[in-house]
């Protein structure tokens, strides 16, 4: 293992940022993370963790460690004639897992298709897409504790999830190492297509919805055609979270904006944050070289040059107009750096 100093980190996020890390290093094994654990650069130092660095926005350069996670590994644990319990490291590739499960006819993966980024990171955020999150098919995660080097393996019940969150982004974050995974996923058919964007797809395709291949295709199309591909310009999907409200705060809103879109998930109420930012006029503009993509108006990009405090700076812009013309505050699903 080898520590760099003052290391580039542009062509590590994929919003393309121009920053450095004091210190940065790769680790290949849960070996060379004990030995890290270890060093001085490590134990004196701010820590950073990092995937697939599509779910940051690096302000300025990062006066600490990075450790970029390259720890690779998928093995079957155990199946019967209904599920297949499947383990992955966390520096495997998100879609290479997927991949890995449609591939073997196994389902509660397939929704979740082409989402850039690793499999630490996906459990992290609590991946979510299309009606189906990282959670539903979670059984349990290993974790180094970065304090003392101690391997603890917590149930799906500790690890906080919700929409787009875990512990690990909140109270948890920086403090453990995501080793691995393991998932259960199912060989009976569980097929979840009711979103209109596979109604739509199947029209126009043609093509069959019947297998978890076949959905992990259909995913992959629409999202190839929906999403700007951050090796063509810098982004990190969706900036902002949706908006969960309360049934009366929304009854009220409708009252002056019948048309806003709205879906009930649980007890509350959930609003598109691309509505609302599109209403404020923010769709595809442009500010220097930071801006709101064309067509999707919760993806911030990055036009070249622009630096994380710029598009820190027009996301609070955004967030403004939002919260004065609607009343609501939108939260970004990026980490900020
Ligand atoms: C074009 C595009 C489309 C996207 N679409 C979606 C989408 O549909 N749904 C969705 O949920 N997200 C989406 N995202 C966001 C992003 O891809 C996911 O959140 C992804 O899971 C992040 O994984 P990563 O490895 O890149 O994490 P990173 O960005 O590297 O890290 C994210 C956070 O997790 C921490 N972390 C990473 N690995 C570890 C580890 N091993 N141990 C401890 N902490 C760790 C980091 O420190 C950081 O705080 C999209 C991004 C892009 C660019």
């Not at 109604?199 to 055609?225: C, G, H, M, Q, W």
């Not at 709205?262 to 691309?274: F, R």
Request: hydrophobic fraction near 40%; aromatic fraction near 10%; proline fraction near 3%.
């Amino acid at each position: 293992m080898e520590i760099h100093k003052n290391y580039d980190l542009t062509k590590l996020n994929t919003f393309g940022i121009n920053v450095r890390a004091k210190f940065f290093t790769e680790i290949k094994s849960e070996l060379e993370l004990q030995e890290l654990f270890k060093l001085p650069e490590f134990q004196n130092n701010e820590k950073l963790f990092l995937g697939g660095g599509s779910n940051v926005l690096f302000t300025k350069n990062f006066d600490g460690i990075v450790i970029l996670n390259k720890l690779k590994g998928i093995e079957i644990l155990k199946e019967d004639s209904q599920n297949m319990v499947i383990r992955s490291t966390s520096g495997e590739i998100w879609h290479d897992l997927v991949f890995f499960a449609v591939e073997r006819n196994l389902w509660g993966l397939e929704n979740l298709s082409f989402i850039p980024g690793t499999v630490g990171g996906a459990l992290v955020e609590n991946l979510g897409a299309y009606g189906a999150e990282l959670c539903e098919v979670l059984e349990n995660v290993e974790a180094l504790d970065v304090k003392n080097g101690t391997k603890k393996t917590f149930r799906k019940e500790e690890c906080g999830f919700s929409y787009h969150d875990s512990i690990f982004k909140k109270e948890w974050r920086g403090k453990y190492f995501i080793l691995a995974v393991t998932l259960k996923l199912s060989k009976i058919e569980k097929k979840n297509i009711k979103y209109r964007a596979f109604t739509e797809y199947s029209e126009i395709s043609k093509l069959p919805l019947n297998s978890s291949k076949d959905i992990s295709n259909a995913v992959t199309f629409i999202r190839k055609l929906k999403l700007p591909d951050p090796a063509v310009i810098g982004n990190a999907g969706s900036f902002f979270k949706n908006v969960f409200l309360e049934k009366e705060k929304l009854e009220e809103l409708l009252k002056i904006y019948p048309n806003m879109p709205h879906y009930k998930e649980d007890e509350v109420m959930k609003v598109p944050a691309g509505w609302l930012v599109e209403q404020t006029g923010w769709k595809g503009k442009r500010i220097g070289n930071t801006g709101v993509h064309e067509k999707h108006a919760l993806v911030l990009v990055n036009h070249g040059e622009a630096t994380g405090e710029e598009i820190k700076n027009l996301a609070k812009e955004i967030t403004d107009s939002v919260f004065s013309k609607f009343g609501l505050k939108l939260t970004p699903e990026v980490n900020l750096i």
